[in-house]
């Protein structure tokens, strides 16, 4: 094989956010990928993280390879995401209509290891990718009725890219005068505009909750990096989340309120993120114990803890999470 088709080989097998489907791919652009993917990652709504991983097949008797296998979790132990919320309503000028405001500072971190032509002979170079990501969101909020309302808005998403990439082997040495620069150690920008619409129903019982929401996003922005050595590309896709909860209050102790907290949820997508999650549509299932403490009640609605599994996706698994301000 000749040095360029080598290098055309390693582009086309690198040039991806991180190796989440097997299935064959085109030659996105590394940054528009990775933002794409950033967006769904850093949104608590679509997919969740938690402190622990474990593989569910080997608590269980289903056996499912969707439920997770050693690839799957061996790819969550590579992605760190960490997001620091906050949103607030405003009173309208009637009480049908309240106006929502929402921010986030958001983290993402994810590693890979990479060989050429997959040669097991030679040291694997490092990968090691970091996004930092402002948000800044409004919602209208249309109250139909006591039970249902409907939410429209526009959030617009502010990322930085970083790629910091190890040539460990003399063969990808070489190539790293064409490579720097391009694919690897370099950074980009992005701005991404993200209008949404969603219906939200929430039933009020004596024992607590149900509530139903269907919310659907698209987003579209432009990247570009700091040297213009290459088109960055335009992050754009699309996710449709319809779930429902449920929250149990147990009795009142000592002025904490315990409750059994479930949900289940189905997330559709389209675009850029298929090929990051390997998939068109996953599903995610959460059961967890929250407690209302009886102080800071206008800044702690509750903490909590629980389990979530992943049915589906490139990151499908379960793990351990921590809840604050679970709705």
């Known amino acids: 094989m000749t040095q360029l088709t080598t290098i055309f080989a390693v582009i086309v097998l690198n040039l991806t956010f991180i190796t989440f489907a097997r299935a064959e791919m085109s030659v996105y652009s590394r940054a528009e990928q990775t933002f794409s993917t950033a967006v769904i990652l850093t949104n608590?709504?679509?997919?969740t993280f938690g402190v622990q991983d474990f593989n569910p097949n080997a608590i269980t008797p289903f056996q499912d390879e969707n439920l997770g296998d050693d690839q799957s979790l061996n790819l969550r132990s590579r992605v760190a995401v960490t997001t620091f919320p906050y949103s607030w309503e405003l009173d309208g000028a009637t009480e049908r209509f309240h106006h929502e405001f929402s921010v986030r500072a958001s983290y993402v971190y994810f590693e890979n290891e990479t060989r050429l032509d997959d040669r097991p002979d030679i040291p694997a170079d490092l990968d090691v990718n970091k996004v930092y990501s402002g948000y800044a969101g409004y919602n209208l909020i249309f109250n139909i009725t006591d039970n249902w309302r409907v939410l429209y808005g526009l959030g617009s998403h502010f990322?930085?890219?970083?790629n910091t990439h190890s040539y460990n082997s003399s063969e990808s040495q070489n190539m790293q005068p064409t490579l720097d620069g391009a694919a690897y150690n370099t950074s980009s920008r992005a701005y991404i505009a993200q209008p949404h619409l969603a219906f939200d129903y929430k039933f009020q019982r004596k024992w607590g909750y149900w509530r139903y929401t269907s919310d659907l996003n698209y987003f579209y922005g432009k990247s570009w990096d700091k040297e213009h050595r290459y088109d960055s590309g335009n992050p754009n896709g699309w996710y449709l989340v319809n779930g429902i909860k449920a929250n149990y209050n147990m009795t009142n102790w000592a002025g904490y309120i315990p409750s059994m907290y479930t949900s289940f949820k189905r997330v559709d997508l389209g675009g850029d993120p298929v090929a990051s999650f390997g998939t068109e549509h996953y599903y995610e299932f959460s059961l967890g114990w929250l407690l209302t403490p009886p102080i800071l009640r206008d800044w702690v609605d509750n903490v909590g803890i629980g389990i979530n599994v992943n049915?589906?996706?490139?990151?499908?698994g379960g793990s351990l999470v921590l809840f604050f301000n679970q709705d």
Do not use: F, T
């Open 44 to 47: 608590s709504d679509v997919i």
């Open 159 to 162: 990322m930085y890219y970083e």
């Open 311 to 316: 049915y589906g996706s490139a990151l499908k």
